[in-house]
C-alpha cells in the first residue's frame, strides 16, 4: 500500500526497498538474530510482512507477522510452512504433511480467529521452495502443484486455445524444453541420479530420447 517492497537478503534476513528504487535497509528483529526468514508478503496497511520463520536447520517452521518499524515478531501459525493473504480475510498456509488450510485473520489487529478449514491435500513442498502454490486472483482461486509433481511430470503442448497434445509421456524431473527450429524434436533437461541434470533431446515422429550432454 505505501509502495514498500520486503525481500529476503543476505543470511536469510528480511530487507526493505523502496518501489522506486533507492537504498534498501535491513529489519532488524527484535531479541532474534538467529531465526530465518522466507517468503516475505506485505499485509494490507504496510505495517506488518507475513513471513515464514525457521530455525537454523529449517525444522521448525512458524508463519509469522513482523513489524516493519519495530521488528516485533507475532507468531500467527505455528508448524505452518508458508503462508499467504487472501482478501476474502484469510490466511492461506502450508504444513508439513503437505496440505493447506485457511482461518479467518484480521490484518490490521493480527487477530487469527475461529478453527482452520483444510483446502488442500497432497501439494508439492520442499525445504527450498515451500509449498507451491499461489493465490492466483482475487476471488480466492489458488493454482498449486500436486505431490509427485516433479518427478512424475510429463511433457505437454498446449496451443493457444487451450488444446494439450502429448509429447513425452514416459515420466521424469523435467525442465525447460525447448524446440528445435524445425519443430521435429525437442531438448530438454532431465534431472538423473545424484541430483545431476543433462541435457536429452526427443524426437518427436521416432519417440526416441538421445543423451546430448554428460
Known sequence: DDNTIVYVGPGRRLVRVGGGGGASAPIVVQGDSVSLFLWPAMLPGSKHALAERCDVVCRQHDLVAVEL????VTVLVPNATRGWYAPSGHLVYG???????????????????GEPVPLIEGVESTSLFGA???????????????????????????????????????????????????????AIQVRGTGGFSQIWVWDVAQETFAQLTR
Open 69 to 72: 518499524a519495530t521488528g516485533l
Open 95 to 113: 504444513t508439513q504433511d503437505r496440505a493447506i488450510y485457511s482461518v479467518r485473520f484480521n490484518p490490521a489487529t493480527l487477530a487469527v480467529t
Open 132 to 186: 507451491r502454490l499461489s493465490i492466483a486472483a482475487d476471488n480466492g482461486t489458488m493454482a498449486y502443484q500436486p505431490t509427485g509433481g516433479v518427478n512424475s511430470a510429463r511433457v505437454v503442448a498446449v496451443d493457444r486455445s487451450g488444446r494439450e497434445r502429448m509429447m513425452i509421456s514416459r515420466t521424469a524431473e523435467y525442465s525447460n524444453p525447448r524446440w528445435s527450429p524445425d519443430g521435429k524434436r525437442i
